[in-house]
């Protein structure tokens, strides 16, 4: 893999989280006015708990899916490269996020 597609497809999986965790911030943030008054206060820990597991997979696989692939295929150095890639994304659009919410 060239470095070019490293940036690529690093971008590409960092993005998939990002857009993966506004769209649950953004559900939770609205949760109320779409579920509207739950009462039952078992299925709600039920929910979250499920929620969470759910997201720890989901983001998982995007970040850890094709750099485990590619390490298990003998190409160590291109997995480690392409995690931590990744990783620089993901702590780019931290940095954005926070720079957000400090102006506001």
């Known amino acids: 893999m060239e470095k070019p597609?490293?940036?690529l497809k690093s971008f590409?999986?960092?993005?998939g989280v990002f857009i993966y965790v506004s769209a649950i911030a953004l559900f939770l943030s609205n949760a109320k006015g779409i579920l509207g008054d739950?009462?039952?206060?078992?299925?709600?820990p039920v929910f979250m708990l499920l929620?969470?597991?759910i997201s720890a997979t989901v983001t998982s696989l995007?970040?850890?899916g094709k750099p485990l692939h590619l390490y298990l295929t003998g190409l160590k150095k291109e997995a480690i490269a392409l995690l931590l890639a990744t990783l620089a994304w993901l702590?780019?659009?931290l940095v954005i996020v926070a720079t957000v919410l400090?102006?506001?």
Do not use: G, K, R, S
């Open 12 to 15: 590409i999986n960092a993005a």
């Open 38 to 44: 739950i009462e039952d206060v078992l299925f709600i």
């Open 91 to 93: 702590v780019f659009f």
């Open 102 to 104: 400090l102006l506001q």
């Open 5 to 7: 597609e490293y940036f």
């Open 62 to 64: 995007l970040v850890l």
């Open 51 to 53: 929620l969470f597991i």
